[in-house]
């Protein structure tokens, strides 16, 4: 681990005890779970932590990450710890009967060997899962971003909680979100990366929802990498906060409408992946077996870390870190769970 995958802010000190941060983490997930599942009319469900490779659910996320895999005994099967849940909770609305409008969410927990451990990264993943059916006329990106500023708002009244009780937080999140696509973020920051064009929107306008992630920008290169057989590459994005303890732009959702039948076989094709058409989830997606819908991911510690002011992901949930890491951050006032 080299140093300069810390972010290490100049005199931290974390405004919560130990003990004060995890009584604050429960009262996070509790109050936003429930906000979530209000607002987007949501049943919370029971995932799986592993599924078969073979049956194509697990998501691929940006296609080079490899997935932790073990056998079964009696099983006499191999296994894959899930990435994330994209696909099984498309299957899971159409198993559970759930109707236009309603959907589900579960608790995602995942490993991810191949992270770059940092502030914001970590081999343990917990998220919210959620997933929405929708219809037709609601596959649009006004359906899109009116979900995003509900989400938003679920933060924003979690956050006012949190301040609450713990005046010694103070609030920093703005209200409204401002959308742009990732081709007029390139445009105007032509000569950033795009790390770079997050952290100078965001500073800008303090939450932002990056729209359109997947597909060739201008300049021949995605903004972000993304799986070909779940978002729909034109009805997605990213939403990010600028965050004054790091002064850098957040990652909290990805987030987007699902592929349709004519999306999944565009984006199998630019993808090189047209042989996935013969599993299972593809068969039933192009055979019209399953809802239309609408989901993403909204990460637990992330959420934890930015609302409770925290400077590394590690002040708010248990996870492995190296002795360099450990040390570092403990000189600098971040103490590791």
């Known amino acids: 681990m080299s140093q300069n995958k810390l972010w290490l802010p100049k005199d931290y000190r974390s405004r919560l005890d130990v003990m004060q941060t995890e009584q604050a983490i429960k009262l996070t997930k509790d109050h936003f779970e429930r906000m979530l599942a209000e607002k987007l009319q949501l049943t919370r469900v029971s995932a799986p932590l592993f599924v078969r490779p073979e049956t194509g659910l697990n998501d691929d996320l940006n296609g080079v990450e490899r997935p932790v895999q073990f056998d079964i005994m009696d099983l006499q099967a191999e296994v894959q710890i899930v990435h994330s849940l994209a696909k099984w909770k498309r299957l899971a609305l159409k198993r559970y009967g759930f109707t236009a409008g309603t959907g589900l969410y579960t608790d995602m927990n995942a490993i991810r060997r191949d992270e770059e451990l940092d502030n914001l990264h970590s081999v343990y993943v917990d998220q919210w899962d959620w997933e929405k059916i929708i ?92 799986a070909p057989d779940y978002d729909d590459w034109s009805l997605n994005g990213d939403l990010l906060v600028w965050y004054p303890v790091l002064e850098h732009a957040i990652e909290l959702s990805s987030m ?82």
């Open 135 to 226: 219809t037709p006329q609601t596959r649009t990106t006004k359906t899109l971003c009116d979900t995003v500023r509900q989400i938003v708002d679920c933060l924003k009244q979690t956050e006012t909680l949190l301040c609450h009780t713990y005046p010694q937080l103070k609030p920093f999140l703005r209200s409204e979100v401002f959308f742009i696509t990732s081709q007029e973020l390139e445009d105007r920051f032509p000569d950033k990366t795009p790390k770079e064009r997050e952290d100078a929107i965001c500073r800008e306008h303090g939450i932002v929802f990056i729209m359109q992630i997947g597909g060739a920008l201008k300049s021949g290169q995605p903004h972000d990498k993304r």
């Open 256 to 337: 987007g409408i699902r592929v349709d039948v004519l999306a999944l076989a565009r984006q199998l094709e630019i993808a090189s992946c047209e042989s996935r058409k013969n599993l299972p989830f593809h068969q039933a997606l192009l055979n019209n077996e399953l809802p239309l819908t609408m989901g993403g991911g909204i990460g637990q510690s992330r959420i934890c870390m930015l609302l409770l002011q925290k400077a590394h992901i590690g002040e708010v949930q248990a996870s492995v870190w190296s002795d360099e890491m450990l040390l570092e951050c403990d000189k600098h006032g971040i103490h590791l769970l």
